[in-house]
């Protein structure tokens, strides 16, 4: 039997996005035909952004929505893309006189969806890809690199641009900028069930993990023995610093996101563990991010994400966001 708190598999998404949105009245709306989350207190006057993607990520995206962040989101069911009605829907809905920045993870079915909305949009509009994965370069999963929790750094950095009343070409340079300076990398112990498949996505032993794994449970770079904090932060860093060639002296943001089955108290120890080692290489930490940011179910394991900062990074960064997931 499969021990999940679901009664219904086709009516999860739905009525999880209403149990989101009944969560946070204050923020929060819901446009059930077709489905998304939008901000209850419409923009004005400023470039509006939509992001989406399957479900299973949460809080990705929809716990993002409200002010210094997105004006809305859409949810497919659970790591299957959004459909092109939803994108082109909540891009209409929420479109607030200067346009609206699409940002989309670099998945094929999530870039087939946000490229048919954009075929039906009469609203200018830009388009930001992440593909901040440096696990593979090629994949029968995915278009090149995925997209995963840099996603949440771009929409941050870029949210607080266009609050601040930042052009559309500015925010999808920005966008673009950010990413391009964002590396992450994942490790898991286990895997995780989709609902409709009703048993786990891949087999791993209980001695193993699989270095540079998906958010949707797809295989990394390599399978090895289960090691410690240390030597699974040197693994994770190595290929996010090469990629991002940081020289020292940089200062930098680090992300330590969980996969939905790892325990804070352990994401705190990898968060401390990254710190040092990137202390040791000369590289400076200005900002931390730490939790279940960008989650695959209730898989075990974590990533670790470095973003190069630059002052207008960080001063982005730091602008006032309120959403369901982040705050500040």
């Given at each position: ?215 949707h449970g797809e295989p990394g770079r390599y399978r090895a023995p289960v090691a410690g904090a ?66 695959s179910l209730e898989m075990a394991g974590a990533s670790i994400t470095v973003t190069a900062l ?19």
């Amino acid at each position: 039997m499969l021990k999940k708190f679901i009664d219904s598999v086709d009516d999860l998404v739905a009525h999880s996005a209403a149990g989101l949105v009944t969560a946070h009245p204050d923020l929060l709306s819901l446009h059930a035909e077709p489905l998304f989350v939008r901000r209850r207190e419409p923009k004005r006057g400023r470039v509006a952004l939509v992001s989406g993607g399957g479900s299973g990520h949460e809080p990705l995206h929809t716990g993002y929505v409200g002010p210094g962040m997105l004006d809305a989101a859409c949810r497919g069911r659970v790591f299957t893309a959004p459909t092109p009605a939803q994108v082109s829907a909540a891009a209409q809905a929420v479109e607030a006189g200067e346009g609206v920045l699409l940002i989309v993870k670099n998945y094929a079915g999530d870039r087939a969806s946000f490229d048919m909305a954009r075929e039906e949009l009469e609203i200018d509009h830009a388009l930001v890809v992440i593909d901040d994965d440096v696990a593979v370069e090629h994949s029968t999963h995915s278009a090149g690199r995925r997209g995963v929790a840099g996603t949440v750094i771009v929409e941050k950095i870029v949210g607080a641009a266009a609050e601040a009343g930042a052009s559309l070409d500015e925010c999808k340079a920005l966008g673009d900028r950010v990413n391009a300076a964002t590396a992450s990398m994942g490790v898991a112990f286990t895997s995780c069930t989709v609902p409709d498949a009703e048993a786990p996505s891949f087999d791993i032993g209980p001695d193993d993990m699989e270095i540079g794994v998906g958010i949707h449970g797809e295989p990394g770079r390599y399978r090895a023995p289960v090691a410690g904090a240390d030597a699974i932060v040197q693994l994770l860093l190595g290929p996010v610093l090469k990629d991002l060639s940081i020289a020292r002296g940089r200062e930098v943001l680090l992300h330590v996101n969980g996969f939905g089955g790892t325990p804070l108290i352990e994401l705190h120890l990898l968060n401390h563990v990254a710190t040092r080692q990137l202390a040791e290489q000369g590289i400076v930490v200005r900002r931390w991010l730490v939790g279940n940011h960008t989650t695959s179910l209730e898989m075990a394991g974590a990533s670790i994400t470095v973003t190069a900062l630059d002052d207008e990074m960080l001063r982005l960064w730091d602008a006032p966001v309120h959403t369901a997931a982040l705050r500040w």
